[in-house]
């Protein structure tokens, strides 16, 4: 699979990906591929790999690589996660357009982050699956990883 996406900076966030055509809703954009890491093998593991970390279940995560780690949050996300480890579009997007997800609906973890996606949906906080709201997660339904849809919380 070609993914459809290049890595390129956004001014004032870092690096993003963008479209390299139009990208039809419900195409498969990128595959978040990579080593395979059990949560129990994490300790030691140097602090810059933590930003490379992708749940792809409840204890394994893949130690993502380029393009897909490249992928920036948003609140209002034009893509998000199908069959686990793929990024499908969630809506048509335009050649050059930034894709995005909701990185909630790969956490489990009680962890949050300051968003800055600049969305006017934005709320502002990051964080878990089990926190957001009912009807996000219903507007997500088809793009959320179907293990973390039964995930309790790890602090649970």
């Known amino acids: 699979m070609k993914d459809l996406v290049y890595v390129k900076e956004k001014p004032g966030m870092g690096l ?9 809703k419900d195409e498969i954009i990128a595959e978040f591929r990579g080593p395979r890491i059990h949560i129990e093998d994490m300790k030691g593991i140097p602090h810059e790999v933590w930003d490379h970390l992708f749940n792809i279940d409840i204890c394994d995560y893949i130690i993502a690589r380029e393009p897909a780690v490249r992928t920036n ?22 050649k050059e357009e930034e894709v ?10 009680d962890w949050q982050m300051e968003c800055r996606c600049g969305s006017p949906q934005c709320r ?20 959320t990883p179907d293990w973390i849809k039964g995930a309790r919380n790890r602090t649970q």
């Open 100 to 109: 995005t997800f909701d990185y909630s609906v790969v956490t489990v973890d």
């Open 73 to 94: 949050h948003s609140c209002d996300p034009n893509a998000g996660i199908v069959k686990d480890v793929f990024l499908a579009a969630m809506r048509s997007i335009k």
């Open 124 to 143: 502002k906080i990051i964080g878990n699956y089990a926190g957001l709201p009912d009807e996000i997660k219903r507007k997500y339904q088809n793009y």
């Open 16 to 24: 993003g990906i963008f479209a390299e055509r139009d990208i039809e």
